[in-house]
């Protein structure tokens, strides 16, 4: 017997602004028109406009060192929520 429990769409991007709400305060992967990934916090958002912690440095998975950015939305090229088990 083989039980399997999945999130359908968890790993899905997200397109709309309205998406962007639902996770404030969560761990995003970020990819820009540019080609640079990087990872973050979402702090909040905007209609056309998100302000993200970006992690600069990490240690043992967690952030010791953020800068605070804001971005248009017509920079960003992918975004995905990184999911966390704690």
Do not use: A, W
């Not at 991007?13 to 962007?20: G, H, M, T």
């Not at 995003?28 to 302000?51: M, R």
Request: contains cysteine; hydrophobic residues 30%.
């Amino acid at each position: 017997f083989k039980l399997e429990v999945s999130s359908p769409g968890v790993d899905m991007p997200l397109v709309n602004p309205r998406q962007y709400t639902k996770h404030v305060n969560r761990t995003l992967s970020i990819t820009t028109n540019d080609g640079e990934s990087f990872k973050g916090k979402l702090v909040s958002c905007g209609d056309q406009k998100i302000e993200v912690d970006k992690f600069l440095e990490t240690k043992k998975g967690k952030p010791i060192k953020t800068e605070l950015i804001t971005m248009n939305m017509e920079e960003i090229n992918e975004t995905k929520v990184l999911i966390s088990f704690k």
